[in-house]
């Protein structure tokens, strides 16, 4: 059941008594205010504006509804400050309800809000990381596999049916090099072993000899011809380097906590998208070029013509052609209320072109949106520059498990490997989240795997040392608690903190940016910590211990949803 926050719900109730605006439209204006250290007491604002209309006597009119405000059970003080009411909820209530929610609502807590309402139905289909086989797997394919996996987390969450896809690049040239080569400069125990180094290795190889030789680059285009016409041969050695190369990618995958559920790719279209050079011919938004080439204008209305090539000269298809027959497929194969692709902002042309096309077809376009992100720059490994993300991964966690023999701290788990992949995996998540998706940023190891400042570390040390001090509550909350034991600021701060999380998840859904949930966690982080320092557990009375206990599991249960809706895996002890 969808419900409204208990005290959005029970302000608004006042609010439109008094104004004639039904409760449900008032409480999507009404917003809890963010905890800070001047903070003042007050829990929640309403903008009236939008709902009272700008006329002249507005003022007026809030004036008038800030003096017909009377405290009721729920709530215990109004104010007026420049045409915005805010208001202060009974303390002991705060405290009951929020710790009684998330108790209840565990790692749903913030999902069951009504805030969410129009992101809770239909079928998202989300496609991300889409790497190419046999080339590198660079720091964008990591981009768009922690952004991709994100945003299908939170889909999920928020009650979508989502289908997870990685549309490789298992198609074009690369593999007529491949087929061409791999019995000069391949080794099949090699491809065993690791599928995506060896294939790649074999590539440069043969790409570097077909520099030089004619000959080599004649037989790629053979194979590749091959590989078009459907030669029994050539196709079983690609379904071959395919397999493989599949099977390691799913483990490299399996150890950032990624999944997919179907792996498709540009090869499954190559001969779908001949149907649509036939549809677009039959559409009559075909034009063939002078020198034979299929395009199809894209102009709106009277401007000059902006051409998009679908074919080549010779007949084939291109990338572009494949996505129209990738969109249309999974159209009437899914028929998804949504559609997200996740790639880099140098593709935005590629796919407001493809948008457009749909459109001209008659195909509702509106449901695929591009989510990009912006260049990394200066992630190098020891290896250099990045070419798998297998690298990268054991970069994190070697620099990881080397700070923490340093700290002294790698004898505090079982097992420290895992222990620091998981946190290195968290360090590269919120180096990566931190800023808007479209701006470029430099990575730096150092930055990133730092235990304090908003690091995905500090985040991780700060969920280990709740998990820790409750290892010291032997009821594990079975009991309920005092609610007078928790009125410390501290305390009474971090819930205002907490009555914030739907409205972040809310914004999390609109813009499809981790910003506001890294920024969000770093917040609940920090208090988290000053609340550690002042209330104490250990030589308070058995009551209050256990109120305070209570709190920090409440701080441990939000903490760790958010970090699993980054991507990143809590760890109970570091
Ligand atoms: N394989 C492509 C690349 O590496 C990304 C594919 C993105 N998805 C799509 N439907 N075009 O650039």
């Known amino acids: 059941m969808v419900m409204a926050c208990f005290f959005r719900r029970a302000i608004a109730e006042q609010v439109s008594r008094l104004v004639d605006v039904p409760s449900e439209k008032i409480l999507h204006h009404i917003h809890a205010i963010p905890a800070s250290r001047k903070r003042s007491s007050n829990d929640f604002q309403l903008h ?18 800030a003096h017909k405000l009377v405290s009721d059970s729920v709530v215990n003080e109004f104010g007026l400050s420049r045409g915005v009411l805010t208001f202060k909820v009974h303390r002991p209530l705060l405290v009951e309800k929020v710790v009684a929610k998330i108790r209840q609502d565990g790692a749903r807590y913030g999902f069951n809000s009504a805030l969410l309402s129009d992101f809770t139905k239909g079928l ?10 046999a080339k590198k797997f660079h720091v964008g394919h990591l981009r768009s596999t922690i952004i991709g996996n994100f945003i299908a987390n939170l889909k999920a969450a928020a009650g979508n049916e989502v289908i997870r896809v990685n549309y490789l690049g298992d198609w074009g040239l690369q593999f007529g090099l491949l087929g ?21 290795e ?22 590749m011809r091959e590989l078009e016409s459907g030669n029994p041969q050539a196709i079983s050695l690609w379904t071959h380097f395919r397999g493989l190369s599949i099977e390691e990618y799913a483990k490299v995958y399996k150890r950032l906590g990624v999944q997919f559920d179907e792996y498709s790719g540009e090869s499954f279209y190559r001969e779908k998208s001949q149907d649509i050079l036939n549809l677009l011919r039959s559409e009559n938004i075909l034009q063939i070029t002078k020198d034979g080439k299929g395009v199809v204008d894209l102009k709106e209305n009277g401007d000059m013509p902006v051409y998009a090539t679908v074919m080549r000269s010779d007949g084939t298809t291109l990338y572009l052609t494949r996505d129209i027959a990738a969109a249309i497929d999974r159209m009437e194969k899914y028929n998804f209320d949504k559609m997200v692709y996740v790639t880099d902002k140098s593709q935005e042309a590629h796919f407001q072109n493809l948008f457009k096309i749909l459109k001209k077809l008659g195909k509702d376009a509106n449901r695929c949106h591009h989510v990009m992100f912006g260049r990394v720059k200066g992630m190098q490994t020891r290896k250099g520059e990045v070419v798998f993300l297998e690298d990268v991964l054991d970069e994190a966690r070697a620099r990881m498990l080397h700070n923490m023999a340093k700290a002294g701290t790698s004898k505090a788990t079982e097992d420290p490997v ?34 304090v400042g908003d690091t995905g570390v500090f985040l991780q040390y700060t969920h280990a040392r709740l998990q820790s001090l409750l290892t010291m509550w032997s009821t594990r909350g079975e009991e309920d608690f005092n609610v ?26 609109k813009e499809l940016q981790p910003k506001y949930l890294v920024a969000y966690l770093m917040g609940l982080g920090h208090l988290a910590n000053v609340a550690h320092h002042s209330l104490q557990v250990k030589g308070s009375t058995p009551e209050v211990a256990h109120a305070r206990l209570h709190f920090f599991n409440t701080i441990r249960v939000v903490l760790a949803s958010g970090m699993q809706l980054l991507g990143i895996t809590p760890v109970d002890k570091m």
């Not at 971090?494 to 914030?500: A, G, P």
């Open 484 to 509: 007078s034991c928790l009125q410390e600021p501290s305390a009474i701060a971090t819930l205002q903190h907490l009555l914030r999380y739907d409205e972040v998840i809310y914004k999390s859904l």
């Open 124 to 133: 998202a289909l989300v496609e991300y990381s889409s790497p190419n086989i």
């Open 48 to 65: 009236l504006r939008s709902l009272l209309g700008d006329a002249g006597n507005y003022e007026e009119k809030v004036q008038n509804l």
């Open 202 to 223: 074999v590539y440069v190889k043969v790409n570097e000899a077909a520099e030089k030789d004619e000959e080599m680059k004649r037989s790629a285009r053979e194979f």
């Open 418 to 451: 895992d222990t620091a992949e998981k946190i290195g995996i968290a360090a590269l998540i919120i180096q990566d989240f931190k800023g808007p998706l479209q701006a470029d940023y430099r990575f730096n190891w150092d930055e990133a795997l730092q235990s």
């Open 180 to 200: 061409a080569g791999f019995s000069r400069f391949g080794c099949e125990e090699k491809l065993q072993s690791n599928a995506l180094q060896h294939l790649f």
